[in-house]
């Protein structure tokens, strides 16, 4: 069984903070992707990285995929209170379809 | 932007009845997928199907649950005799195709509350 372990699991920081959170497995995965997901929503996906050492930036965020591929972080720099919410990393394994998510990371960006 | 449809929102039923979760996937996608997210823990795999038939499923997805794709758009998760421990919110997903990046699109979800 695939397991993803994120952390920190609860993380408050001021607005102008730099922040990074982790996802971390014993497995190999083809594949990673981190999420964001609002309270009553579904997971919107982010980025999806499939390569070892792979690094992504989508503006103020960037993610990178452990050399093994066994391991991700998400890295925010200038925290704004609008990236509140849940950061949820997802797996798969190969020849899976099937997605195994971390429990998340809960951001507070506080003004 | 193309989206995944759910209904209904939320569903209170009593504990024994069966319950039907609608899904429309995006138009154009091949892929589709259930997956759940009981109260304050992670969001789990049910059932991944494709090509009107199921592809993967998981341990949680048992006898009592069974998945549809009626027509050209719904995808529906039947759970034929509830309990209280399928309270949880479901999530439909799909995807356009066999890429192994596996971009999901999941739509907002059904809350189902088991009395």
């Known amino acids: 069984t695939q397991l993803l372990e994120q952390s920190p699991q609860f993380l408050s920081i001021q607005e102008g903070e730099n922040l990074t959170v982790y996802c971390n497995s014993s497995?190999?995965?083809?594949?990673l992707q981190w999420y964001r997901q609002e309270p009553g929503e579904g997971p919107v996906l982010l980025v999806t990285?499939?390569?070892?050492?792979e690094v992504k930036k989508l503006k103020r965020l960037t993610f990178q995929f452990g050399d093994a591929r066994k391991d991700s972080s998400l890295h925010i720099t200038a925290a704004q209170p609008g990236d509140t919410g849940l950061y949820l990393c997802?797996?798969?394994?190969?020849?899976?379809?099937?997605?195994?998510f971390g429990k998340g990371t809960k951001l507070s960006v506080i003004p | 932007e193309p989206e995944v449809t759910q209904t209904p929102s939320h569903q209170v039923t009593q504990m024994g009845q069966e319950v039907i979760l609608r899904c429309v996937p995006i138009?154009?996608?091949?892929?589709f997928y259930w997956y759940r997210q009981i109260l304050g823990q992670k969001v789990e795999f049910l059932v991944s199907?494709?090509?009107?038939?199921?592809?993967?499923k998981s341990e949680i997805f048992d006898d009592q649950f069974s998945v549809e794709r009626p027509d050209g758009s719904n995808f529906t998760l039947k759970i034929r005799s509830t309990k209280l421990e399928d309270s949880a919110m479901y999530f439909c997903?799909?995807?356009?195709?066999?890429?192994?990046?596996?971009?999901?699109?999941f739509g907002a979800g059904s809350r189902l509350t088991v009395l």
């Open positions: 997802a797996g798969t394994g190969a020849g899976s379809y099937q997605l195994t």
């Open positions: 497995s190999v995965f083809s594949s």
């Open positions: 990285v499939v390569t070892g050492g």
């Open positions: 138009s154009n996608h091949l892929y």
């Open positions: 199907f494709y090509n009107n038939e199921i592809s993967e």
């Open positions: 997903a799909s995807n356009p195709d066999s890429s192994g990046a596996n971009v999901l699109t």
